[in-house]
């Protein structure tokens, strides 16, 4: 009896041509599709009276209190905007601390006294509303006894609708929070955080006399993720349960040659980026730049940026489409940080950056930046919060997923540095020394030959290896991992940076007392550059050298998970959130017990389903072939020919078996142990027990996948997954 369906899967891959777009869906109009499916400002201000307009715009844009005879006004607005697009339902869209978002859909539809039924949706139950979801992580902000929790109307990120070939449903951005008003969601402590960033910002800005009415952070996230085709997707237990292969032998062919990234893009897969594109256009997602990335099987998708709340719903919004759209495809969408060892995995560049709510970008160095103070008093606050929560940033991007690509040499080490290139390199020596003087100078790049064009030449280079680096005008985290929320970083950032412009503004008051603005402000500059110029770094961040540099420095040098998240709650990070009203001690506390717990689940799922791999489906099938060679080893006998080489496989074989099997106890046993009674210790167990019993089984589960008959082995393959398609 044929033993298991290796090549079915392979088959099942009809055609690299897979998944079309409709015809006539080709000359789509961009700019008419644009938004149809989210409810903007402009169609918000046609469609309401233009008092209740100027309230709610009053809301919107400097956060004014919402009053409740404009959220009636709004509903109707929302409601019959909503239901002239096919909306049934509607829902407060929210994005609790599992890093996902949530959902819970009500009908518009209230029966009517003659049998029929009308559509019905009020300003009560758009501002708030109380889905229950006790079952969200709260790291004990929820007891059950008071287990209310309520979503809230998030005004200034624009309601959507999403919809399939069935229905629409109208879905609200809302922030969620406990009964007593604590924050159980991302979102609002990133509003929390844009809050004191925008107070900051204005208290800056006034010496510089800039006229601003806000001052607002600007994100634009670059998604990394990963395509394979279905039928291998569902033959992968580990990809279905863990997100990632716990198994898989590195293949002949990897990314070495560099023949995918930025290649041209495979028809199927072009299909699916329009695809996923469109949608993003109609909900108002400025999907911009796509591309092949490094590890075959690899992309990335960027968008404009926006306000940092608005980025950060739509950053979830991006996954989710990526997500639904591939299955169009028969394909399925991975955003783990580290899907497939031995190749590169995958990030979320989040770019940063500091601005008016006119579009002022206060990070702009300009042609001359050592002339610019207003740009250098940013740029300095930047450098003194970094270095200063350096810990904290760490923290935040923290996770079993992430433990596999920081430091791995294709992204940022674990050390969190900030990378200025060479021009503001220069600046921060100048400074540092007291001297400002100049800029260094781009000037233009001859390419020797007169067809083409001089080009002009950045003041600065890239570095790739820099977790936080400056960019021509805006900062790149880019430790971010693929899979996680951009909320919780950039409140951090928000947060970190308040407080630096707060610091800074402190000294500078006190210069004042005895100096003209700019030589106070000179002093300033030199001085928070002398506290803090260890955390800039513009070398090489993969060489062991920066390792050794870095402790000299004293920077932090947190490796893994466990390493980073205590620092999360350190008394100096629980002050700061408090002083900004960003998180309260126990909202911080609770984010850090849900992280931890988040880490334990993680790995014990991990450390299960490797086992239970072993067990069923990588056993069985060595144990068949043995039995096969087995077979050809007793009939060699019988009719005497050489059977010397196919005992030497079966040796070698039999003894790999054992060496699995008993590995594989041994994960079990460590599997069956808690570790502790708290989470942390639960936790703390899966990092140094679970963990390196997985990594043993895996060791020799990957020998025997190159020596077991391909026919036999009972999954898909690292080729086969990445390069069929
Ligand atoms: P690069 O990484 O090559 O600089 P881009 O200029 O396209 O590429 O920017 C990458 C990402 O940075 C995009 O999502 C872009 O919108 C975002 N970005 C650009 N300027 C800013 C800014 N001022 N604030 C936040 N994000 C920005
Ligand atoms: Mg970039």
């Not at 496989?649 to 502790?676: F, K, M, P, T």
Request: glycine share 8%; net charge negative; aromatic share 8%.
């Amino acid at each position: 009896s044929k033993s298991f369906k290796r090549f079915d899967a392979i088959a099942a891959v009809k055609s690299p041509g897979n998944g079309s777009l409709s015809p006539g869906d080709k000359s789509f109009d961009i700019l008419h599709i644009f938004g149809e499916n989210a409810l903007h400002l402009t169609e918000l201000k046609a469609r309401l009276p233009k008092q209740i307009w100027k309230e709610l715009k009053k809301t919107i844009t400097e956060n004014a209190p919402l009053n409740p005879d404009v959220a009636d006004a709004v509903a109707v607005v929302m409601k019959n905007w909503a239901t002239e697009r096919g909306a049934t339902h509607y829902t407060h869209w929210f994005q609790p601390l599992t890093g996902h978002t949530a959902e819970k859909h009500d009908s518009f539809i209230t029966p009517n006294q003659g049998g029929g039924a009308v559509a019905e949706f009020s300003g009560k139950e758009l501002i708030q509303g109380e889905p229950d979801a006790s079952s969200f992580p709260s790291g004990g902000l929820r007891p059950t006894f008071e287990a209310r929790g309520y979503t809230a109307w998030d005004p200034t990120s624009p309601a959507f609708i999403m919809e399939n070939e069935n229905g629409a449903t109208l879905c609200i951005p809302t922030a969620f929070v406990s009964w007593k008003g604590e924050a159980l969601d991302h979102k609002t402590p990133l509003l929390r955080s844009a809050e004191a960033l925008n107070k900051a910002g204005l208290r800056a800005l006034k010496y510089f006399d800039v006229d601003a009415t806000r001052v607002v952070s600007t994100v634009g996230a670059e998604q990394e993720y990963f395509l394979i085709d279905k039928e291998f997707f569902y033959r992968r237990p580990d990809l279905v349960m863990a997100g990632r292969s716990l198994f898989g032998a590195v293949p002949p062919k990897g990314q070495e040659l560099d023949d995918h990234y930025f290649g041209s893009i495979q028809d199927r897969v072009l299909s699916y980026m329009l695809d996923v594109e469109k949608e993003l256009y109609r909900l108002g997602v400025p999907v911009k730049t796509r591309h092949n990335e490094v590890a075959p099987g690899q992309y990335e998708i960027a968008p404009i940026f926006e306000t940092s709340n608005v980025a950060a719903d739509h950053q979830q919004l991006m996954m989710i489409v990526l997500r639904k759209v591939a299955r169009k495809y028969d394909l399925v969408c991975i955003m783990h940080e580290k899907p497939f060892a031995g190749l590169n995995g995958s990030g979320k560049h989040t770019n940063w950056s500091v601005s008016t709510s006119d579009g002022m970008n206060l990070m702009e160095p300009g042609n001359d930046p050592h002339s610019n103070m207003l740009f250098l008093f940013f740029c300095t606050a930047v450098i003194s919060a970094v270095h200063k929560h350096q810990d904290l940033l760490r923290a935040v991007i923290a996770s079993a997923g992430n433990d596999h690509r920081l430091g791995a040499n294709e992204a940022p080490p674990a050390i969190i540095s900030i990378f200025l290139g060479d021009q503001l390199d220069d600046i921060y020596a100048q400074i540092k020394s007291g001297d400002l003087k100049s800029s260094k100078k781009g000037g233009l790049l001859g390419l020797g030959t007169p067809v083409l064009p001089a080009l002009p030449k950045h003041a600065g280079d890239r570095n790739r290896t820099s977790p936080f680096a400056f960019t021509g005008n805006k900062f790149e985290f880019r430790a971010v991992g693929s899979a996680q929320s951009v909320s919780l970083p950039v409140t951090v950032l928000n947060t970190i940076m308040s407080e630096a412009i707060d610091h800074m503004c402190d000294l500078l008051d006190e210069q004042l007392k005895s100096a003209d603005f700019e030589t106070a402000l000179k002093t300033v500059l030199t001085q928070v550059t002398n506290a803090h110029y260890p955390i800039l770094f513009n070398g090489d961040g993969y060489s062991d050298e920066w390792q050794e540099e870095a402790a000299k420095r004293g920077l932090l040098n947190l490796k893994t998970t466990m390493d980073a998240l205590p620092y999360l709650k350190s008394d100096d990070n629980a002050a700061l959130f408090e002083k900004y009203s960003v998180l309260s001690k126990a909202e911080l506390e609770s984010r850090f017990e849900i992280f931890v717990d988040q880490y334990f689940k993680g790995i014990n799922i991990e450390g299960e389903t490797t086992a239970s791999m072993v067990q069923t489906m990588i056993i069985p099938s060595v144990i068949r072939y043995l039995n096969e060679l087995a077979a050809t080893l007793d009939r060699g006998d019988k009719l005497g020919f050489a059977i010397a080489g196919t005992k030497r496989v079966a040796d070698h074989l039999a003894s790999e078996l054992d060496a699995l099997i008993e590995a594989n106890g041994a994960l079990i046993a460590q599997n069956a142990e808690l570790g502790g009674d708290t989470e942390h210790e639960k936790a703390e167990h899966m990092r140094t027990n679970v963990i390196p019993a997985m990594n043993k089984v895996r060791e020799i589960a990957d020998r025997l996948e190159r020596y077991v008959a391909d026919d036999y082995w009972p999954m898909p393959t690292y080729k086969d997954m990445l390069f069929i398609k």
